[in-house]
C-alpha cells in the first residue's frame, strides 16, 4: 500500500513541477501570431503549388494578412471568388485576374514531327535538353517525356503515347503555372480561360524560318503572316517568323484557322467556319463572354 | 535492316556489372555453408531455405503486384537472398508456418514498407529473425531436434553463458567444421569464411566491415580474458569469434548494402559498433547471443553515420 | 607508378581497333560549314559575308573577348552563307560556309615541313601569337589556350606538364601524334615552358602505350631536349582530367572552386594543342585542322586522319561506313563524348575521335532501383556522392545539391559507369550542377548590384 502511495505520489509530483516548467517555458517562447493568418489559410486551397509565388499556402496567407496592398497576390487554385471572399474577411481590395488555362504550344505530333534519332537517357525532358534538340529536329518543340506531367499537382497533365505530346485537361487545370517552370523548352503558356474550355491557339514555338520548320515538322508555324492578315482584332503578331495569337485580344472569330496553310492554329471545343467565313465576329461569342464575366 | 540512330547523354559504355549478378553472388556464397548445415543438420535445412525463400519471393510479388499495383522487381534476386538469410537465422527443427510468418514480416515490414529494395533502413532477414524471436521464444531456440548425436542439445552460447560448459572444454577444430548447434546457416564457419572469400575477390563486399566486426570482437574477448589469463588468453577471444553467428552477421547481413554506411571510414565505425554491441549482449545482456541485435541497433545509426562519415573531397584536407 | 588519388575505373581501352593506323590527310572537303563557336566562352563574330573570296588560315571569326577565340577559314573558295545551321546535336548555331576552289593559303604560313626548332620570342609575343591562331584546348573542353597560358598575377607557374594520357577508351589521335609528331610536340612542348617561364615539363603518358612512351624518350635523348620529362602513369579513367593529372604527376591536389591549376604550380596542356602551339608559333599557321580518329568495332576501316575543321561528320565516316542496327555516333570517345544526331554537321576543335558504338553497347541497359552499393561513391575522382547528387536533382533540391559541392563534379561519368542498377547517376547530375552554377552566377551578380 504504502509502495503504490509513494508511486503515485512521486509521479503526481513530477507531473506537477513539470507542467509548471513548461508553462514558463511556453511563456518565454511564445510568438505571436496574427490569428487571422491561420483563417485565410483555411480559405485558401491548401495544394501548396507554389502558384502565388510563395513557399506554400501558409506564406501566402501570411502576405495577405500582413501586407497592405494585396492587389498582386492571387491564387490561380482558389481563382477570384475565394480571392474577393478573403480580401473581404481582412478589408482589403480584391485582386482581379480572369481565369486562365495552361496551354501547350506545341502541336507536333508524331506523325507531323518524325522521330530521327532514339533518345536513351534519362526520361526526363530537362536531361534531353542539357546535350541536344531532341528525337525529331525541331529545337523548340515538345521532348514529351513528362516533365511537367510530374510537376502538376492536380492531375491535369496526360502524355499521350500516339501523338507523343502532352494534353491539358482544361476542368482540372488550376493555371498555377507549375508546368511553366517545368518545361525546359518554356512551350506552355497561361492563355485566358473561355466558356466550355474554348480556345484558339498557334501551337507552335518555333523561331526558326519556314524553310527549316517544314523540313522537321508538318505541323509548324511558317511565319507567313496570312492569319495576322484576317484578324479583324489586332490579336496576332508575326515575330521572328512566329505567329503568336494574344489570348486577351482574341474573340474567337476563328477567321484565322481557315487561313493558316499547315494547321498550327489550333481550335478546340468549336467547329472551324465554314469555307466562306462570316465576316463579323459572331454575337453569341460574345455575349458568352459577358456571361461569363458575370458569373 | 536499317541504322537506327541512338542518342543520349554520356557516359556510353556501361562496366557491366548488374544487380542481379551482384545478389547471384551472394547466393552463390551462401551455398557451403548451406551444404554443411544440410549434412549436418539433414535434408530439413533445404526444406526449411526453400520455405523461406519460396514465401519471400510469393509475397514480394504479391504485394508489388496487388498492393502497390506497379512493376514486380522479383528478378533482382534480392528477395531470394533475404529467404536465405531468413532461413540461416533460423534452427532446423522451426515449424514451416513460422518460417512463413518471419518471410512476410521480412518482406512486408522490414523491406515493402519503406519502398522496397534499397530503401529499407533495417535488413529484412534480421527484421524477420527478430521478430520471430520475441513473437516465438519457445520454437526459435529450440536446438533439440534435427542434430547428430554427441552435440549438445543447446547452443555453445547459451552453454557457456549459462555456466553448464567451460571454454577450455570445447573441441575448436570440429566447430569450424560445423560440428556445433546453432541455426541452420551459423554452424559451418570454414564454409561461411569460404563464402565471405569469394565475395571478397568478386568486389561485392569490401573488407571493412567484416574485419571491422571481428577484429572488435577478438579485441574485446582478449581484454575480458585479460584479467583471467592463461589458456583463456586466447580461448575466449576465439570461441566468440566461431560460436554462434559471428561470422554469418559479420559477412553476410551486416555488409547488406542499403542499410550499411557509404564510405569505407562508416563501415569501420558501423563494424566497431556491431563487434562492441555484439559483445556487450553475449557477455552480460539477456541472451546468450547478440549478432542480430548489434546489427539492427547499427542499423538505425547507418543514416547518422552517413550524414557524418563524408568522402574526402578531391583537394580538401580533411 | 603514380596515378591520382580517389576513385576511378578501369574500363577497357579498346585503342587496339586504330592505334596502329598511321595519320593520313583527308581529302578536302568541296564545302566546309565552319561554325563560330568552337570554343568555351563568347561566340566570335563573322568577318566575312556572302560571295566573299577567302584563303585558308584567313581570319574569318573574330574572338569577341578574353574568353574566346579566332576562327580562320579552313580550305580557300567562296563564302556561300553566313547563317545558322544545326551542329552535331541539331543545335543551330551561326556557321560560315565554304565552298571549295582549290588549296590556296595565306601567304605567310610556312608550308615547310622542316622542323623549326629555335624560338627566340618573348612569353607576350607567344601568347599573342596563340590568341591570333585561335588555339583552345584540343582534348576536348576547348578552352581558349592563350587564357591558361597567361599567369594571372601574384600566381607563379612551377611547372609545365604535357597531357598525353588519352584515358578515353577507343580515341588514339594523341597517340599517333606522340609517335608520329614527336619532334613538333617537343618543341611545343619547349614554348609553352618558355611562354609561362619555368624550367621543367613533363609528359603524363599512360602506361598502355608503352611505345609512345619509349619514343619519346628517345627524341628527347637525341636530340637533346632539356627539362622534358616522359612520366609513366599506371592506367586509369578520368587521368586525362586536368586535377586528376596534376595530382599523378605531382602528388598535389588543385584545391576545390574557384582554385585554379595555377594555384599548385601547374599548367596543363594536351599533345595535339602543344603541337598547334608549335605551329601557330614556328609556322605561322593558325587553327585549321587536327588529328581525328574515327574508330568503332563494327566499321569496315578505322582510321587516324588529318582533317580540316568544318569537313562534315559524314565525309569522315565515308571508307569506314555506318553499321547496320542501332548505333550510336560520338563525338569523342565514349566516357565523355557527345551523341552525334546530325551527320551532315562539322567537324570542330574539339573533337579528338569519331566513336562508332554499335549493336547492344549503343543501348542502355534497364534501370532498377538504388541498392546504396556506395560503388558510385568509391569510383568518383572528385570524393563526392553521386547517388545522392543524382537524388537532390532530381528532386531539384538545389540548395542541397549546391552544399553537396555539385559544381565540382567533372562530368567523367565514373559513377554512371559503375552503377550495378544501371541508373541514370550522371544525366541529373549535370542537370543540378549546370542549374546550380546559374544560381551562384545570379547570386554574384546580384551581391555587384
Not at chain 1, 486562365?100 to 536531361?127: E, I, M
Not at chain 1, 496570312?226 to 496576332?236: H, L, N, Q
Not at chain 3, 628527347?220 to 609513366?232: F, L, N
Not at chain 3, 568518383?380 to 549546391?402: F, I, R, T, V
Request: aromatic letters at 6%.
Amino acid at each position: 500500500m504504502n509502495e503504490l502511495l509513494l508511486t503515485v505520489l512521486t509521479l503526481s509530483l513530477l507531473g506537477a513541477v513539470l507542467a509548471v516548467v513548461l508553462y514558463f517555458v511556453a511563456q518565454k517562447f511564445k510568438v505571436y501570431e496574427d490569428p487571422r493568418i491561420d483563417d485565410v489559410e483555411k480559405m485558401l486551397p491548401g495544394a501548396n503549388c507554389g502558384g502565388c509565388g510563395f513557399a506554400g499556402c501558409r506564406a501566402m496567407a501570411e502576405a495577405l494578412v500582413t501586407r497592405d496592398n494585396i492587389a498582386s497576390l492571387y491564387c490561380p487554385v482558389a481563382g477570384g471568388e475565394v480571392m474577393t471572399s478573403i480580401a473581404n474577411f481582412l478589408g482589403k481590395t480584391a485582386p482581379e485576374k480572369a481565369p486562365q488555362v495552361a496551354t501547350l504550344l506545341c502541336g507536333g505530333t508524331c506523325q507531323k514531327r518524325p522521330k530521327v534519332n532514339h533518345y536513351d537517357g534519362a526520361r526526363s525532358c530537362a536531361v534531353v535538353n542539357t546535350f541536344y534538340v531532341g528525337e525529331s529536329g525541331c529545337a523548340f518543340g515538345c521532348i514529351g517525356y513528362g516533365d511537367c506531367v510530374a510537376a502538376c499537382k492536380f492531375g491535369a497533365l496526360s502524355l499521350n503515347e500516339e501523338t507523343g505530346l502532352v494534353e491539358v485537361d482544361a476542368d482540372k487545370c488550376t493555371a498555377c503555372g507549375a508546368c511553366i517552370k517545368a518545361c525546359p523548352k518554356s512551350l506552355f503558356e497561361l492563355r485566358k480561360k473561355w466558356p466550355k474550355n474554348r480556345a484558339i491557339y498557334v501551337a507552335c514555338r518555333s523561331k526558326n524560318k519556314g524553310a527549316v520548320v517544314t523540313k522537321v515538322c508538318k505541323a509548324g508555324c511558317i511565319g507567313c503572316g496570312k492569319c495576322a492578315k484576317v484578324c479583324a482584332f489586332e490579336a496576332i503578331t508575326v515575330d521572328n517568323s512566329l505567329a503568336y495569337i494574344d489570348s486577351e485580344k482574341c474573340k474567337l472569330c476563328r477567321k484565322c484557322v481557315n487561313e493558316c496553310p499547315t494547321g498550327a492554329i489550333h481550335i478546340i471545343n468549336m467547329e472551324p467556319l465554314k469555307k466562306e467565313p462570316k465576316p463579323a465576329p459572331s454575337a453569341a461569342a460574345e455575349s458568352k463572354v459577358e456571361t461569363a464575366k458575370n458569373e | 535492316m536499317q541504322t537506327r540512330l541512338f542518342a543520349a547523354p554520356s557516359p556510353h559504355i556501361h562496366g557491366g556489372e548488374r544487380t542481379q549478378q551482384i545478389m547471384g553472388d551472394v547466393i552463390l556464397a551462401l551455398v557451403p555453408a548451406l551444404l554443411v548445415s544440410t549434412y549436418v543438420m539433414g535434408w530439413r535445412v533445404l526444406l526449411i531455405s526453400g520455405v523461406a525463400v519460396a514465401s519471400c519471393v510469393l509475397f514480394e510479388y504479391l504485394i508489388q503486384r496487388f498492393m502497390l499495383k506497379g512493376r514486380t522487381t522479383i528478378g533482382d534476386l534480392s528477395a531470394v537472398v533475404t529467404g536465405l538469410l531468413l532461413a540461416f537465422n533460423l534452427p532446423a527443427g522451426i515449424p514451416w508456418w513460422i518460417v512463413v510468418i518471419g518471410a512476410l514480416v521480412a518482406i512486408g515490414i522490414g523491406k515493402m514498407t519503406f519502398g522496397g529494395l534499397g530503401c529499407n533502413p533495417f535488413n529484412p532477414a534480421l527484421t524477420g529473425r527478430i521478430f520471430l524471436l520475441i513473437a516465438y521464444p519457445v520454437q526459435m531456440t529450440d536446438w533439440t531436434t534435427h542434430i547428430p548425436d554427441g552435440i549438445s542439445g543447446s547452443t555453445l552460447l547459451a552453454n557457456v553463458k549459462a555456466g553448464a560448459m567451460q571454454l577450455s572444454q570445447i573441441d575448436y577444430v570440429s566447430m569450424l567444421g560445423g560440428h556445433m548447434n546453432g541455426s541452420m546457416g551459423e554452424i559451418g564457419a570454414l564454409a561461411l569464411m569460404l563464402g565471405g572469400g569469394y565475395l571478397l575477390w568478386r568486389r561485392v563486399i569490401t573488407w571493412h566491415i567484416p574485419v571491422a566486426v571481428l577484429g572488435t570482437m577478438l579485441l574485446f574477448g582478449f581484454c575480458v580474458a585479460l584479467p583471467e589469463g592463461g589458456a583463456t588468453l586466447w580461448q575466449t577471444p576465439l570461441f566468440h569469434l566461431l560460436a554462434g553467428g559471428a561470422l554469418l552477421g559479420a559477412i553476410f547481413m551486416a555488409t547488406d548494402y542499403s542499410t550499411s554506411p557509404m564510405t569505407h571510414k562508416g563501415m569501420i565505425i558501423y563494424g566497431v559498433g556491431i563487434g562492441l554491441l555484439t559483445m556487450i549482449i553475449r557477455l552480460w545482456g539477456a541472451y546468450p547471443e547478440g549478432m542480430s541485435f548489434a546489427i539492427f541497433i547499427m542499423n538505425a545509426a547507418t543514416p547518422l553515420i552517413n550524414k557524418y562519415c563524408r568522402p574526402k573531397r578531391f583537394g580538401t584536407k580533411k | 607508378m603514380r596515378t591520382f588519388p580517389i576513385g576511378g575505373i578501369h574500363p577497357h581501352d579498346n585503342k587496339e581497333w586504330s592505334k596502329d593506323k598511321a595519320i593520313e590527310c583527308l581529302e578536302l572537303p568541296d564545302e566546309a560549314k565552319i561554325p563560330m563557336i568552337q570554343h568555351i566562352g563568347a561566340p566570335s563574330n563573322p568577318l566575312v559575308k556572302r560571295g566573299d573570296k577567302v584563303l585558308v588560315g584567313q581570319l574569318i571569326g573574330q574572338s569577341t573577348g578574353y574568353v574566346s577565340a579566332n576562327i580562320h577559314a579552313t580550305i580557300s573558295g567562296t563564302v556561300t552563307a553566313v547563317d545558322a545551321y544545326p551542329n552535331g546535336q541539331g543545335q543551330r548555331r551561326l556557321m560560315v560556309v565554304i565552298k571549295r576552289e582549290g588549296d590556296e593559303w595565306l601567304p605567310e604560313i610556312d608550308r615547310t615541313p622542316d622542323h623549326k626548332r629555335e624560338c627566340t620570342l618573348t612569353p607576350s609575343e607567344i601568347i599573342d601569337k596563340v590568341r591570333e591562331a585561335g588555339i583552345v584546348g584540343l582534348g576536348g573542353a576547348q578552352f581558349p589556350t592563350h587564357v591558361k597560358l597567361s599567369v594571372p598575377e601574384g600566381q607563379k607557374a612551377e611547372l609545365v606538364i604535357i597531357n598525353g594520357v588519352e584515358c578515353e577508351p577507343y580515341l588514339t589521335s594523341d597517340y599517333r601524334n606522340m609517335v608520329e609528331r614527336a619532334e613538333m610536340l617537343l618543341t611545343g612542348t619547349e614554348i609553352v615552358m618558355r611562354a609561362v617561364g619555368v624550367s621543367r615539363a613533363v609528359i603524363g603518358v599512360e602506361n598502355n602505350k608503352p611505345d609512345a612512351i619509349a619514343h619519346l624518350r628517345e627524341v628527347i635523348a637525341r636530340d637533346k631536349y632539356e627539362g622534358i620529362e616522359v612520366m609513366p602513369l599506371k592506367m586509369r579513367y578520368p587521368q586525362g582530367g586536368e586535377k586528376q593529372l596534376i595530382a599523378a604527376v605531382t602528388g598535389r591536389q588543385v584545391p576545390p572552386p574557384p582554385a585554379l591549376p595555377i594555384s599548385v604550380g601547374a599548367v596543363v596542356c594536351n599533345v595535339s594543342t602543344a603541337i598547334a602551339i608549335y605551329e601557330a608559333v614556328q609556322k605561322n599557321k593558325p587553327l585549321i585542322e587536327r588529328v581525328v580518329t574515327v574508330t568503332g568495332k563494327h566499321l569496315n576501316s578505322t582510321h587516324n586522319y588529318l582533317a580540316r575543321f568544318g569537313t562534315p561528320v559524314s565525309r569522315l565516316l565515308e571508307l569506314s561506313g555506318l553499321p547496320e542496327g542501332d548505333v550510336k555516333l560520338l563525338n569523342g570517345g565514349p566516357m565523355m563524348g557527345r551523341s552525334v544526331v546530325d551527320i551532315t554537321a562539322p567537324l570542330i576543335k574539339g573533337c579528338s575521335g569519331i566513336t562508332v558504338i554499335s549493336g547492344e553497347e549503343a543501348a542502355r541497359g534497364k534501370e532498377l532501383s538504388c541498392i546504396k552499393c556506395a560503388k558510385c561513391v568509391s569510383a568518383c575522382p572528385m570524393g563526392l556522392e553521386p547517388y545522392l547528387l543524382s537524388k537532390l536533382a532530381k528532386m531539384q533540391k538545389w540548395d542541397m545539391a549546391e552544399e553537396h559541392n555539385v559544381v565540382e563534379c567533372i562530368e567523367c561519368g565514373c559513377c554512371s559507369y559503375t552503377c550495378p542498377s544501371y541508373l541514370p547517376l550522371l544525366d541529373y547530375i549535370r542537370i543540378g550542377k549546370q542549374t546550380v552554377m546559374t544560381n551562384i552566377r545570379a547570386r554574384a551578380a546580384a551581391n555587384k548590384k
